[in-house]
Structures are given as structure tokens and as C-alpha cells.
């Protein structure tokens, strides 16, 4: 008989779809066993101790991670910084942000996420490293419009998804802030910017658009940064708007694109919102780096 392969299903019980893990976890169990792979439940709080220790003494073949954005960074945080190798990873996407499962078109529904591994085979994908400490999977952004993430009600975004978003977004229009963004881009180039918003993005999307940047890719090692610079006119708001709904953002006057392996940003002077993969950050001095051949994830 071939060696049984070994998961751990780590979910977040307070993600917006957590009830569709314990739901579905005879499904779940059966489908993978017919594939031959065992299945182990670990359901996370706050403090990841345990699940780092687990993965420190128990070898696992596949890690799949059920949350939003925020759950699987903060995961993926925690075994990069015990030195902990990544196991292969799979994605069910039960949180209220899932745009690292939407770029890699993880699927809508749980046949769906398991069909990804029992029928796929796990491929590179890029992360972006904070400090050489913090992981993230989507994005890393400041200004305009970050705080709508993690402040916008649960229930809002569960119910209306996207719509959620422009809802909050309207408010933040009648306090339009700019700073002073300072980035050096792979050790040389110097980038100076009066800014009211930048983004990091791994991938083509963010926050629900699809398709910000075109032409980014997941697996080149390569960030690709927007800037959306200040805006002179109120009057150009709307069209600005109206690009980022029709996903035109990088054919507008007021943006600039930009790519890189490495970069370092200087702390913002002014008073501004981070947010890493749709969770609060803090404004400060910060060296990002794009990873490749380092994670493997079903897709």
C-alpha cells in the first residue's frame, strides 16, 4: 500500500465562512482519504504558539489554511519566522478578503478547494517579507482607502462584498490627505512622490478588483507598486473612481507604476493607514522583499 499522505486543516473560527470547515468536514475527510491522505483539525486564536509547535515536531505534507488574507499571512508569518520549511499549501478561502485565493482562482465553493488538491499539483508562488519577519500574500498599502479593510463592518462585507467597500470609500473621499513617499527601489533607485495612496500588490489585484495591474505576475519575484499621486482638482476624484471600478487604474493620469525585487520605504511623516493584506499595519520604516521558490501553493 503507497504511504498515506499527511494534512493539517488550520481554520479560523471567527473568519466570515468559518461554519462551512465544521460543516463539511466529513466531505472534506472522505474526499481526501480517497486520495490517500489523512486528515488532522486545528482551529486557531490569536495566539499561534501551538500551531508552530505542532508544525515544529510533526512533519506534515500538506498545510491547508482556511481564513481570509489576514489568517493565512499571519500563519505563514509565524513558520517563517520559527524557520519552520512550508509544507505544501492549500487554500480555503473562508474569510471576508480573499484576493490571494481569488488571483490564483482557488474556486467559489469547498469541491472546488478540495478538487485543488486532490486534482492539481502545487506550484511557486512569490510573498512579500516585511523586515525579513512578516509575510504577506496580497498587498501592502498606505494612505487613501487602507483603513476601509480592516474597518469596514464583517457582516457589511460578507453581505455585499465590493459594494461594501465603495460604501466606506465615499466617506474618505471628504478628507483626501497627501504625504511625502519616499522609496528606494532595489537598492539604487530613489522614487519621490506627493502621494495620497501606494500599493503593493502580489498579482494583478486588490481589495476585490481583479485587475489592477495587467500584466503582474505571482511567480516572477517581482512586486509591482501603484501610486496614486495628490489630486489638484476635486473634480477628477469621480474619474479616478471610475477607473479603479473598471479596473483602468494604470491608463490614469494621477497613477504610477512601478517594479522591483526589493525596496525600502521610508516612514511617512504625516499621520497615514498601512494595511497588510486587508490587516492594520503600523507606519514605519520598512525593507520589503519579493520571495520566490520558497512557497508552494494548489492552484
Known amino acids: 500500500m503507497e504511504k498515506l499522505k499527511k494534512a493539517i486543516l488550520v481554520y479560523n473560527p471567527k473568519s466570515g465562512n468559518a461554519n462551512t470547515i465544521l460543516s463539511n468536514?466529513?466531505?472534506?475527510?472522505?474526499?481526501?482519504?480517497?486520495k490517500g491522505i489523512t486528515l488532522t483539525l486545528y482551529s486557531i486564536s490569536w495566539d499561534y504558539d501551538l500551531f508552530t509547535e505542532i508544525l515544529q515536531n510533526e512533519k506534515y505534507d500538506i498545510l491547508i489554511?482556511?481564513?481570509?488574507?489576514?489568517?493565512?499571512?499571519?500563519?505563514?508569518?509565524e513558520l517563517y519566522s520559527k524557520n519552520i520549511e512550508f509544507p505544501e499549501v492549500a487554500i480555503f478561502p473562508t474569510?471576508?478578503?480573499?484576493?490571494?485565493?481569488?488571483?490564483?482562482?482557488?474556486?467559489?465553493?469547498?469541491?472546488?478547494?478540495?478538487e485543488k488538491i486532490t486534482e492539481k499539483t502545487a506550484k511557486y508562488v512569490d510573498f512579500g517579507l516585511i523586515?525579513?519577519?512578516?509575510?504577506?500574500?496580497?498587498?501592502?498599502?498606505?494612505?487613501?482607502?487602507?483603513q476601509i479593510s480592516y474597518n469596514t463592518d464583517k457582516t457589511l462585507k460578507k453581505t455585499f462584498g465590493k459594494v461594501a467597500y465603495y460604501i466606506n470609500g465615499v466617506g474618505e473621499l471628504t478628507n483626501i490627505k497627501a504625504f511625502d513617499l519616499n522609496i528606494v527601489l532595489d537598492g539604487n533607485e530613489k522614487v519621490k512622490e506627493k502621494a495620497i495612496l501606494f500599493v503593493i500588490l502580489?498579482?494583478?489585484?486588490?481589495?476585490?478588483?481583479?485587475?489592477?495591474?495587467?500584466?503582474?505576475?505571482?511567480?516572477?519575484?517581482?512586486?509591482d507598486i501603484l501610486i496614486i499621486k495628490n489630486i489638484d482638482n476635486l473634480l477628477d476624484v469621480p474619474k479616478i473612481l471610475m477607473d479603479l471600478m473598471n479596473n483602468n487604474l494604470t491608463d490614469n493620469d494621477y497613477t504610477r507604476t512601478l517594479r522591483a525585487k526589493k525596496c525600502k520605504i521610508e516612514k511617512v511623516k504625516e499621520d497615514i493607514n498601512l494595511s497588510i493584506d486587508g490587516e492594520e499595519g503600523e507606519n514605519m520604516d520598512v525593507e520589503?522583499?519579493?520571495?520566490?521558490?520558497?512557497?508552494?501553493?494548489?492552484?
Not at 468536514?25 to 480517497?34: A, H, M, N
Not at 474569510?95 to 478540495?114: H, M, P, Q, V, Y
Not at 523586515?131 to 487602507?146: C, D, E, H, M, P
Open 202 to 223: 502580489n498579482g494583478k489585484g486588490v481589495a476585490g478588483f481583479d485587475n489592477v495591474i495587467d500584466d503582474a505576475s505571482m511567480n516572477d519575484g517581482l512586486m
Open 131 to 146: 523586515n525579513n519577519k512578516t509575510v504577506f500574500l496580497s498587498s501592502y498599502a498606505g494612505g487613501l482607502f487602507t
Open 288 to 299: 520589503i522583499e519579493f520571495v520566490e521558490k520558497k512557497l508552494k501553493v494548489f492552484h
Open 25 to 34: 468536514f466529513d466531505l472534506i475527510t472522505r474526499k481526501l482519504l480517497e
Open 65 to 77: 489554511l482556511s481564513g481570509g488574507d489576514g489568517t493565512l499571512s499571519r500563519c505563514l508569518s
Open 95 to 114: 474569510g471576508t478578503s480573499n484576493d490571494f485565493a481569488k488571483a490564483l482562482n482557488i474556486g467559489e465553493n469547498i469541491e472546488n478547494w478540495i
